[in-house]
Antibody, heavy 118, light 110 residues
């Protein structure tokens, strides 16, 4: 059964880059036909789709984040990563890694809270 | 891209049926079968309830059903139970090859 675990700093300073990694167990990160993705949720607010990456490395990003966002895959480590640059307090959120299939997100990681503050 | 519109809250008594609407546009909900629904309990990651408008994953109660008409998708919970109290979110694929979530609905069992 596929399991996902987010990791990374829980505190990032404004204007710096937020970097998170999702480690996948139970399947190969580069399994044919598989997407990987990220979703976030600011405290007390709703869910926001961040972006997906296909096993080939092709990416799909939320237009509102695209200029600051990079999602990548490290097949040797069975991991995929998110980098969000020039963060502000508005980027404070619980970040979830997910396995998207066309039209659905399942499973999800447990989530990691990242706070942007000096 | 704008979030899909859901009612902020929906309530019902045990045993009743409630319906949560999810309104989008002809570029998302109205255009594709890729509408899904998620349940989120406090402090937990969301869980998939419905995908492809009306398909329940294995293990999801048949009290949950989904449908779509035009630009609006709906989630119906029948035989409402206290354990159904949670936040519910819809999601749709869009014509920009992106995804968009709904604003979220808090379900309260009276």
């Amino acid at each position: 059964q596929l399991q996902l675990q987010e990791s990374g700093p829980g505190l990032v300073k404004p204007s710096e880059t937020l970097s998170l990694t999702c480690t996948v167990s139970g399947d190969s990160i580069n399994s044919v036909g598989y997407f990987r993705g990220w979703i976030r949720q600011p405290p007390g607010k709703g869910l926001e789709w961040i972006g997906n990456i296909y096993y080939t490395g092709t990416t799909y990003y939320n237009p509102s984040l695209k200029s600051r966002l990079t999602i990548s895959i490290d097949t040797s480590k069975n991991q995929f990563s998110l980098r969000l640059s020039s963060v502000t307090a508005a980027d404070t959120a619980v970040y979830y890694c997910v396995v998207p299939k066309p039209g659905q997100f399942d499973p999800w990681g447990q989530g990691i809270l990242v706070t942007v503050s000096s | 891209q704008s979030a899909l519109t859901q009612p902020a809250s929906v309530s019902g008594s045990p045993g009743q049926s409630i319906t949560i609407s999810c309104t989008g546009t002809s570029s998302d909900v109205g255009a594709y079968k890729y509408v899904s629904w998620y349940r989120q309990d406090p402090g937990k990651a969301p869980k998939l309830l419905i995908y492809d408008v009306s398909i329940r994953p294995s293990g999801v109660s048949n009290r949950f059903s989904g449908s779509k008409s035009g630009n609006t998708a709906s989630l119906t919970i029948s035989g409402l139970q206290a354990e159904d109290e949670a936040d519910y979110y819809c999601n749709s694929f869009t014509s920009s090859t992106t995804y968009v979530f709904g604003t979220g609905t808090k379900v309260t069992v009276l």
